[in-house]
């Protein structure tokens, strides 16, 4: 059974938003990622929003569920660059999107920090709640470090409406692999250093202080 686009059911009093900016993302992602990611991102955006509602902030839904469903198009091949982290590819593919649709710059910029800084822990969180959110739902889907912080019947009715694949955790870690495997010193100084150790077993990770002695200062 096919994924709807949107969810029009509120899940702990958030839904993704019903407006035509909304739809025309949920049907750009459809068509840009694969379905463990369309899922993916869909749960993140309802994580963060929830999270949102924990903490008592205020933001724009439409927003941060751009920022949610771009998060990860920079793993596939059509918006993945040479050299520039997926990071980035992705908040780049965001901004481009957003703009076409005559959004504001500072939203642009919002939305491109959001995913910009959405693997970069212990920051996003004091920052705008568009990227301090989008962290919390990627935190709360890939790493479930707040898991306990969602009753069981939330947790069970956002994966009812998108739905973790029955080896989530390893698929989704293969998906990082497959989107980053040929650019690997992107990943120097970010967690993904860790996707590539883990897949590549005499993969040699950058190392900061090494830098720093290797460069051409003499003292």
């Not at 409406?161 to 989704?172: G, L, V, Y």
């Not at 497959?178 to 005499?202: C, L, Q, R, S, W």
């Amino acid at each position: 059974m096919a994924t709807p686009l949107i969810s029009p059911d509120a899940i702990g009093g958030v839904a993704i938003p019903d407006s035509a900016l909304a739809r025309d993302i949920a049907a750009y992602i459809r068509d840009t990622e694969t379905e463990l990611l369309f899922n993916h991102s869909s749960r993140v955006y309802l994580f963060g929003a929830l999270a949102g509602v924990q903490r008592g902030l205020t933001y724009d839904a439409e927003l941060l569920y751009a920022a949610a469903m771009f998060h990860d198009t920079g793993l596939m091949p059509a918006h993945s660059s040479a050299h520039l982290r997926f990071e980035v590819d992705g908040a780049n593919a965001a901004r481009d999107f957003l703009k076409s649709r005559g959004i504001a710059t500072t939203d642009l910029d919002t939305v491109w920090t959001a995913i910009a800084l959405h693997t970069t822990p212990g920051i996003p969180e004091f920052m705008h709640p568009v990227v301090a959110l989008t962290t919390a739902g990627v935190e709360m889907d890939v790493l479930g470090l707040t898991y306990d912080q969602y009753p069981d019947h939330i947790r069970d009715a956002v994966v009812a409406a998108f739905p973790r694949t029955p080896t989530f955790k390893e698929d989704i870690i293969q998906a990082f692999y497959d989107g980053i495997k040929h650019k690997p010193d992107t990943t120097f100084g970010n967690v993904k250093a860790d996707v590539i150790a883990d897949k590549e077993p005499h993969f040699h990770r950058g190392n900061f202080c090494s830098v720093i002695r290797g460069s051409h200062w003499h003292g």
